[in-house]
């Protein structure tokens, strides 16, 4: 059961004969699905490394993975290997302590280079939005947006506790059309010195649909990122659950 991305060359269409949403397979489970719904890992022949691609644009041979601990597990168990015809071998994470030791360690450093491959990508698209004019930026622009339905998802700060406070941004997040990125500093700086920035609203609806996509392809690693999961431990849907919790706990304050 040899899969590999070459498959990417006889791609099928999907279910409902969409064009260009070619199907991969995953290279834990072994289940097709939409080639936008796996993330793409890389893999570097000369030192083994595999490294997570989700803007499809590295060069290279590529595997996809399911966004889920348990395919990525499944994945370093062999099916990476398989796919790439080599050991494979982790990059260490970017400014990241060194992963723990063991598979558990290794699902780990995967999933934060997911989070991390997700934020600048999620990055990328807001300034492309912010260059054309696409954002609304500031809580009450924001809540302006949401009123008169020009807002298609909001942005919160981690650290944005009062902007999370505010009715229609409440029910945005409340409604799932909201992520949560980096923290006021940082969103004031991707939005050019505009000072700190708690809330943004993406108003493009095709450039929302990426944030969200994004955002979601990386959610089930978001509340285990840096630790190591549990090996075969915890499934997506708790991890999916916690990472719903922290809208109203402790990470939007
Ligand atoms: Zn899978």
Redesign the pocket.
């Known amino acids: 059961m040899t899969t590999n991305d070459e498959s990417a060359r006889t791609a099928r269409r999907g279910p409902t004969g969409t064009p260009g949403r070619s199907e991969r397979t995953?290279a834990?489970?072994g289940?097709r699905a939409a080639a936008d719904e796996l993330v793409r890992v890389v893999h570097d022949p000369s030192s083994g490394e595999v490294a997570v691609d989700l803007a499809s644009s590295g060069f290279g041979r590529g595997a996809h993975?399911?966004p889920?601990p348990d395919?990525v597990a499944k994945a370093l168990k062999g099916g990476l290997a398989r796919v790439f015809k080599s050991k494979v071998a982790l990059r260490p994470a970017a400014g990241g302590a060194a992963p723990a030791e063991g598979r558990g360690g290794d699902v780990a450093a995967i999933g934060a280079q997911i989070v991390q491959a997700a934020d600048r990508r999620i990055e990328g698209l807001l300034t492309g939005a912010r260059r054309a004019g696409q954002l609304a930026v500031g809580s009450d622009v924001v809540a302006e947006a949401l009123k008169d339905g020009r807002a298609q998802l909001v942005v919160v700060a981690r650290d944005a506790a009062a902007a999370a406070k505010v009715p229609a941004i409440e029910q945005a997040i409340a409604s799932g059309n909201a992520v949560a990125l980096g923290n006021k500093q940082r969103l004031g700086s991707l939005m050019r010195g505009q000072g700190e920035v708690a809330v943004i609203a993406v108003l493009h609806a095709g450039v929302a649909a990426a944030v969200g996509q994004t955002y979601r392809m990386s959610g089930p690693f978001r509340s285990v990122a840096g630790n190591a999961a549990p090996p075969g431990g915890a499934g997506t849907e708790s991890q999916d659950v916690r990472s719903e919790e922290a809208w109203s706990s402790s990470e939007v304050r």
């Open positions: 995953c834990g489970c289940k993975l399911h889920s395919c």
